[in-house]
């Protein structure tokens, strides 16, 4: 038993370890604690609205991704296994793709990118399939990735894609490990930029059968990242305080660190987050789920064309209705504002922001999309 447990402390020790590999010649960038511009008042006028309760061009059953170009706005419809594409106006002009198993069709579609090459990937979970259109839809290829990606992923100019990927740290599968890596255009993976220990699964016996359940839930590690115009990618860990600069070479640039105390999950957090409506993890069993002391930092990552990053702030499963809270720093590290909408950001870029809105009760989605009509006053 002793051995056991020596064994699992060291492993999280290795995992606790090897997010702090980092190249010698970074900058470390201390922000102050309080913005330095304060609260910001976005100027907001709601200036297109897509999606309609019939079906039709302009149904949505289940977005999974909007990317936006200087013509078009591309909308992934995961249940409907395809990208929709609209002019700027909102006009429908094309759909992308379609339900199969034959070239330029999917399954299960849980991610899209546009790349820097004005390419749409879109990734098939099922099949862990990548397929390859160009900006009109024209299809050009696909392609197996080794790693499934069920998360969102971007594509540089020579075709590599970057993103996050989970599995096994441990020779019995129960201890899981996620990774941001580079993936090259044959779905190897190229480097691994950062990993860190993530979950522990549950064992379970049930009816004569046994295996590991798996689980999610929102007081877990999740990495976040986002890409900016200056050829950098910005990730987060979700329990840290920290946003590391990486080049597409994933050496740390700089990491921006953010002086905040964290604070202690409560028990009814536990309880809601662990639920087995939520979880699916059996009462009796909850008591073996990983979970953090403490609530984590953040629960995404965007950036803007100027360089700027946004923080999503942690939202307690305790509150409901609540604002979403934004952090927004420059490129140097300054922590510029704070900001609180009524409505989470999904995509933001040139003075637009775009928000997936989903009715709970009739399960109606629409995209809205915002105008800020004082984008050029705000400070950078």
């Known amino acids: 038993m002793k051995f056991k447990i020596m064994r699992f402390i060291i492993i999280l020790l290795v995992f606790s370890i090897s997010q702090f590999i980092y190249s010698e010649n970074h900058q470390i960038l201390k922000t102050s604690k309080n913005p330095i511009h304060g609260h910001l008042d976005l100027k907001l006028k709601k200036d297109l609205i897509l999606g309609e309760e019939a079906p039709g061009p302009y149904f949505f059953a289940s977005v999974k991704g909007i990317e936006v170009s200087d013509k078009y706005i591309y909308v992934l419809d995961s249940k409907m296994a395809k990208v929709k594409v609209y002019d700027l106006k909102g006009k429908f002009i094309r759909g992308i793709g379609r ?208 360089g700027r990053i946004y923080v999503e702030r942690f939202k307690p499963v305790t509150e409901k209705g609540t604002s979403f809270i934004y952090e927004i720093f420059n490129r140097e590290g300054k922590y510029l504002y704070r900001l609180s909408l009524d409505f989470k950001m999904d995509f933001i870029r040139n003075g637009d922001i775009y928000s997936v809105l989903t009715n709970e009760e009739t399960g109606e989605v629409k995209i809205i999309r915002y105008k800020i009509k004082n984008w050029d006053e705000i400070e950078n």
């Open 99 to 306: 339900k199969g198993e034959g070239p330029g069709e999917f399954i299960i579609p849980v991610n899209f990118c546009l790349s820097d090459n004005r390419d749409i990937y879109i990734y098939d979970l099922q099949r862990r399939r990548m397929s390859v259109f160009n900006s009109e839809g024209r299809y050009k290829r696909d392609f197996i990735v080794e790693k499934p990606l069920p998360g969102k992923f971007y594509v540089d100019e020579k075709n590599y894609i970057y993103t996050t990927f989970e599995e096994s740290a441990s020779e019995k599968f129960l201890n899981r490990e996620i990774n941001f890596a580079k993936i090259n255009e044959k779905g190897e993976v190229k480097k691994i930029f950062y990993k860190i220990f993530r979950i522990t699964l549950i064992p379970f016996k049930k009816e004569g059968m046994k295996g590991n359940l798996y689980y999610e839930h929102p007081y877990m590690t999740y990495l976040y990242f986002t890409s900016s115009p200056e050829d950098n990618i910005a990730l987060m860990n979700s329990m840290k305080y920290e946003i590391l600069l990486f080049s597409k070479k994933g050496d740390i640039l700089s990491r921006i660190l953010k002086e905040e105390k964290s604070i202690k999950a409560t028990k009814k957090e536990k309880e809601i987050a662990l639920s087995e409506e939520r979880t699916g993890i059996p009462k009796e069993l909850q008591k073996f789920a990983t979970f953090s002391k403490t609530r984590p930092f953040c629960s995404n990552l965007l950036s803007d064309e100027k």
